[in-house]
């Protein structure tokens, strides 16, 4: 990794000197326009990233540093593009020579999963983690699409994140369930025991701080700020017992989740009630057992036909 490291710096400093063949120009547009959406180790969200390397690369500017060099070549003109571009290479070559590892919850029950430093993570159906090969070494970060609830071994000297949806919860060793589902605008983390602390990643807001039995809610838009509610964040985590279990979810988002988890897709032809909050608790009811009760308490009726639930 150190050389291919050397190599990007190598490659860059030509470029930036204006030495670079049609052929390495063309090298650096394809790293460029191929830079994935997971960035480098602690920075997750492209726009935070390229935020930072503005401010970094002007105030190199404004401390009288010598202008970039023009090239007949096509690339991103401004310097803060050429800060961006570097750390993009440099990204793009780390990545080759790692590893991300992939686990996704295609059942309609609980996945137990055991990371290498004993955390135990409880994924719910339709859902999935991803984690660095580095994690051994102390890096201990996941991503999480969908549901997961969350017992992480305590170690002091490397905090536990979790990021979903562009929020990032940190945490020492704790116990607590986070739902980011990919459908839905909210993220939401309960705290069962311990302190773990909630913030947006691409946001300007301090860090928020949990304590056991609060719950955060997250609006995953660009202007979302972090809710904080005393509840039963117990409750949150009843899922992994089994079943269909919900706390305070939306009616629309509570049957995106439950059409999900049992291969249907639903087709909405209702307003009224769309956003109400809801909790329920099944164990070991059929599928159309729960959308019936959903559906009867909402005064709301459905057809099935093709796999294709429609709501009316």
């Given at each position: 990794?150190?050389?291919?490291?050397?190599?990007a710096?190598?490659?860059l400093?030509?470029?930036?000197?204006g030495?670079c063949?049609p052929?390495?120009?063309?090298l650096?547009?394809r790293w460029?326009?191929?830079?994935?959406p997971?960035?480098?180790s602690?920075?997750?969200?492209?726009?935070?990233?390229e935020?930072q390397l503005r401010?970094?690369v002007?105030?190199?500017?404004?401390?009288?540093?010598?202008?970039?060099?023009?090239?007949?070549?096509?690339?991103?003109?401004?310097?803060?593009f050429?800060g961006?571009l570097?750390l993009?290479?440099?990204?793009?070559?780390?990545?080759?020579?790692?590893?991300?590892?992939?686990?996704?919850?295609?059942?309609?029950?609980?996945r137990?999963?055991v990371?290498?430093?004993?955390t135990?993570?409880?994924?719910?159906?339709?859902?999935?983690?991803?984690?660095?090969?580095?994690?051994?070494?102390?890096?201990?970060?996941?991503?999480l699409e969908?549901?997961?609830?969350?017992?992480?071994?305590?170690?002091?000297?490397?905090?536990?994140?979790?990021?979903?949806?562009?929020?990032e919860?940190?945490v020492l060793g704790t116990?607590?369930?986070?739902?980011?589902?990919p459908?839905?605008?909210?993220?939401?983390?309960?705290l069962?025991?311990?302190s773990?602390?909630?913030?947006?990643?691409?946001g300007?807001?301090?860090?928020?701080?949990?304590?056991?039995?609060?719950?955060?809610?997250v609006?995953?838009g660009?202007?979302?700020?972090v809710?904080?509610?005393?509840?039963?964040?117990?409750?949150y985590?009843?899922?992994?017992g089994?079943?269909?279990?919900?706390?305070?979810?939306?009616?629309?988002?509570?049957?995106q989740?439950?059409?999900?988890k049992?291969?249907?897709?639903?087709?909405?032809?209702f307003?009224?009630?769309?956003?109400?909050?809801?909790?329920?608790s099944?164990?070991?009811?059929?599928f159309?057992?729960?959308?019936?009760?959903?559906?009867?308490?909402?005064?709301?009726?459905?057809?099935?036909?093709?796999s294709v639930?429609?709501?009316?």
């Amino acid at each position: 990794m150190h050389r291919n490291n050397r190599k990007a710096r190598l490659l860059l400093k030509k470029y930036l000197q204006g030495k670079c063949t049609p052929e390495e120009i063309g090298l650096l547009n394809r790293w460029y326009n191929n830079l994935p959406p997971y960035l480098a180790s602690g920075v997750t969200d492209r726009h935070l990233l390229e935020e930072q390397l503005r401010q970094a690369v002007w105030n190199k500017i404004n401390q009288g540093q010598a202008p970039v060099r023009r090239l007949r070549y096509r690339l991103p003109a401004a310097a803060v593009f050429i800060g961006i571009l570097i750390l993009s290479v440099i990204f793009w070559f780390s990545r080759t020579s790692s590893h991300f590892n992939e686990i996704a919850n295609t059942t309609t029950g609980v996945r137990r999963i055991v990371l290498p430093d004993s955390t135990v993570v409880r994924l719910n159906a339709n859902s999935r983690l991803r984690w660095n090969d580095d994690y051994a070494t102390g890096n201990r970060h996941v991503e999480l699409e969908g549901e997961g609830y969350f017992d992480v071994a305590k170690d002091a000297a490397h905090p536990f994140r979790v990021l979903s949806k562009g929020v990032e919860t940190r945490v020492l060793g704790t116990s607590f369930n986070v739902e980011g589902y990919p459908n839905e605008p909210d993220v939401r983390i309960a705290l069962v025991n311990g302190s773990v602390e909630v913030v947006r990643v691409n946001g300007h807001d301090a860090p928020v701080r949990l304590q056991p039995g609060e719950v955060a809610q997250v609006d995953a838009g660009t202007q979302g700020t972090v809710a904080v509610k005393q509840g039963d964040a117990g409750s949150y985590g009843a899922w992994t017992g089994g079943g269909f279990i919900l706390q305070n979810v939306p009616l629309e988002d509570a049957l995106q989740r439950l059409c999900h988890k049992y291969g249907y897709r639903l087709k909405e032809n209702f307003r009224a009630g769309r956003r109400k909050p809801i909790t329920v608790s099944y164990h070991q009811n059929s599928f159309e057992e729960i959308l019936d009760g959903l559906l009867y308490i909402n005064h709301l009726n459905y057809s099935i036909r093709d796999s294709v639930i429609t709501v009316y």
